[in-house]
C-alpha cells in the first residue's frame, strides 16, 4: 500500500494518466492532487469567486476522468486539465452574465498604467488581475494561464478574433503598468486560504 | 522585445502552482464526488437490467410464447415417451426424472429468476449505500 503511494507520488503525469484509463482512480487521485491547485487558482484568476471556482475545478476533473482517455499526451496535462475548466468557467460565465464580449464597451481603468501600485508594496498575479475589467481579465488568463491562442479564446467566447486581441492587449497593458516595479512577478509565496 | 520577455514572464507566473490550504481537502471531495458518480452508474446500469428483464419477460409472456413452448413440450413428451422405453432412456429417466417442461414450469422458472435477480439488485444497492 505504502509502496504503491510512493510509486505514484514519483510517476510522471503520462504514467498516472495511462493508469487511470485503466479505471485506477488512486493514480488519477494523484493527479488530482498535483494540478487540483493550479486549477483552482485559473479559475478564481479568471474572474470566479472561491466557492464557484471550487466547484467548476471539481466538474473539470470529473470531465478529465471521462475523457481521459482522450488525453495523448501531445502537451502538458496540467495545460489539458486547464482548458477544460476554462472552457467550463466561459459556458457558466456567458450563462450568468449573458454578456456579448463584442458589445462591452472598453473602459477605461484609472489605475492602470500608472505603476503606482507596485512601487512601494508588493503586488503579485492576484493583485494585479484585480485591476482588470472582467473581460480583460478573462481574456488575459485564458491566453496565458489556460494556454489558449487568441483564435481558441476568440472561438471558446464566441467573440471577434479583433475584440478579443484587443481585450488582451489591453489587459497586458495594465498588468504591466501594475507589475513592472514586482520584479518575479511571483504569487507562489502567497498562500490562499481555501 | 521587452513585450516577449513580459508575456514569458506572465505565462511563469500563471504557471506557477499557489499553497491551498485546503488542497487536500479539495483532493478529498473530487475523490467523492468520483466515486459518487460511479456508484450512481453502477447502480443506474443495474436498476436498467433489472427493468429490462421485467419487461422482457413480460413481452415474452405476452406474445404467447409459453403456449408454444408447451406445444413443443408435449411432442417433447411423446419423444421422451419413446426414448424412456428403451433401456437406456430409462437410466436417464430415473436420475433425471420429470421428463421435459411445461409452460406451467416455464413460468414457475421464470418468476424465480426474476425474484433472484431482483434480490441480486436489492442486496447490491444495500451493500452500496
Redesign the interface.
Known amino acids: 500500500m505504502a509502496s504503491s503511494l510512493a510509486a505514484r507520488a514519483s510517476a510522471h503525469d503520462m504514467d498516472l494518466v495511462v493508469l487511470s484509463v485503466g479505471g485506477n482512480r488512486g493514480a488519477f487521485g494523484e493527479l488530482i492532487r498535483r494540478h487540483g491547485s493550479g486549477v483552482r487558482a485559473l479559475l478564481r484568476r479568471m474572474g470566479a469567486d472561491p466557492a464557484t471556482a471550487d466547484d467548476l475545478a471539481q466538474d473539470a476533473f470529473l470531465a478529465a476522468f471521462e475523457q481521459i482517455a482522450d488525453f495523448r499526451g501531445e502537451g502538458a496535462f496540467a495545460g489539458w486539465i486547464k482548458r477544460i475548466a476554462a472552457r467550463l468557467y466561459i459556458r457558466r460565465w456567458r450563462r450568468e452574465t449573458r454578456m456579448s464580449l463584442s458589445l462591452e464597451a472598453p473602459e477605461e481603468d484609472m489605475n492602470a498604467g500608472s505603476g503606482e501600485a507596485g512601487a512601494n508594496a508588493r503586488i503579485d498575479l492576484d493583485e494585479a488581475l484585480k485591476g482588470l475589467s472582467p473581460v480583460e481579465r478573462l481574456c488575459v488568463s485564458l491566453c496565458y494561464g489556460a494556454g489558449l491562442s487568441h483564435a481558441e479564446a476568440a472561438a471558446a467566447l464566441n467573440a471577434p478574433l479583433g475584440t478579443v486581441k484587443s481585450h488582451v492587449k489591453r489587459g497586458l497593458d495594465k498588468l504591466k503598468g501594475a507589475l513592472v516595479a514586482e520584479p518575479s512577478l511571483s504569487s507562489q509565496e502567497r498562500a490562499y486560504n481555501g | 522585445m521587452a513585450?516577449r520577455n513580459?508575456?514569458a514572464?506572465?505565462?511563469?507566473?500563471?504557471?506557477?502552482?499557489?499553497?491551498?490550504?485546503?488542497?487536500?481537502?479539495?483532493?478529498l471531495?473530487?475523490?467523492d464526488?468520483?466515486?459518487r458518480?460511479?456508484l450512481m452508474r453502477r447502480v443506474l446500469i443495474g436498476a436498467l437490467g433489472v427493468v429490462g428483464g421485467l419487461i422482457g419477460g413480460a413481452q415474452l409472456l405476452r406474445s404467447g410464447l409459453i403456449d408454444r413452448l408447451g406445444a413443443v413440450g408435449g411432442a417433447w413428451r411423446l419423444v421422451g415417451n419413446e426414448l424412456t422405453n428403451l433401456p437406456v432412456g430409462r437410466v436417464f429417466s430415473e436420475l433425471f426424472g420429470g421428463g421435459p417442461s411445461t409452460a406451467t414450469e416455464v413460468l414457475w422458472m421464470s418468476g424465480a429468476m426474476a425474484i433472484v435477480a431482483v434480490g441480486l439488485f436489492v442486496t447490491r444497492a444495500m451493500r452500496e449505500f
Open positions: 513585450d513580459f508575456e514572464r506572465l505565462e511563469s507566473a500563471f504557471a506557477e502552482t499557489p499553497v491551498f490550504a485546503d488542497a487536500d481537502l479539495f483532493v471531495r473530487v475523490n464526488a468520483l466515486e458518480n460511479w
